[in-house]
Nanobody
Framework: VQLQASGGGLVQAGGSLRLSCVDP????????MAWFRQAPGKEREFVAA????????YYADSVKGRFSISRVNANNTVNLQMNSLKSEDTAVYYC??????????????????WGQGTLVTVSS
């Protein structure tokens, strides 16, 4: 069963989008839910993460101050609010869940579960 991601679309530069990710119930081995993105021709990169125990958040430098990750409810849903979008934010966004060590929270291979990806296109 995959994580269920939604919310992508086309937006003008400076606009906002909100992505959502639902974990369908695999809670026993998930401590972190995160978002990654992959632009054409580039490697998948870390965007933001939410640590379920304590609620601490982590962000890539490129999105700090513009993006916000949060848990919506007890049903294992996390949102990624993206504001002040730039053309360089254009990518397929993937949600991920797992139990990475803190030092590896930005490493895709440490996440066990993934969503199907949702495309975000920012026009300039």
């Amino acid at each position: 069963v995959q994580l269920q991601a939604s919310g992508g679309g086309l937006v003008q530069a400076g606009g906002s989008l909100r992505l959502s990710c639902v974990d369908p119930g695999r809670t026993f081995d998930i401590y972190v839910m995160a978002w990654f993105r992959q632009a054409p021709g580039k490697e998948r990169e870390f965007v933001a993460a939410f640590k379920r125990n304590g609620g601490r958040t982590y962000y890539a430098d490129s999105v700090k101050g513009r993006f916000s990750i949060s848990r919506v409810n007890a049903n294992n849903t996390v949102n990624l609010q993206m504001n002040s979008l730039k053309s360089e934010d254009t990518a397929v966004y993937y949600c991920a869940a797992g139990s990475p060590v803190l030092s590896g929270i930005g490493l895709p291979h440490l996440y066990r579960y993934w969503g199907q990806g949702t495309l975000v296109t920012v026009s300039s």
